[in-house]
């Protein structure tokens, strides 16, 4: 489970972190600093996320 929950937060990490550049952006943080930390941000939340679908998909498998 492990192994697909790593190779799952890649694509759900990455996609909350390029979520969370937009939505800083569009809220006016337009600053290096901000931009970064919505990246760090969103990609850390992607850790419990895919390891909840992880889980999930194990889960209906058998």
Not at 5 to 21: D, K, M, Q, R
């Amino acid at each position: 489970m492990l192994r697909l929950s790593l190779i799952l937060h890649l694509f759900i990490g990455s996609t909350l972190a390029g979520v969370a550049v937009i939505v800083a952006l569009v809220s006016g943080f337009d600053t290096m600093r901000g931009i970064l930390i919505a990246a760090v941000m969103g990609y850390l939340v992607g850790y419990p996320v895919s390891a909840y679908v992880a889980k999930e998909l194990y889960s209906r498998g058998s």
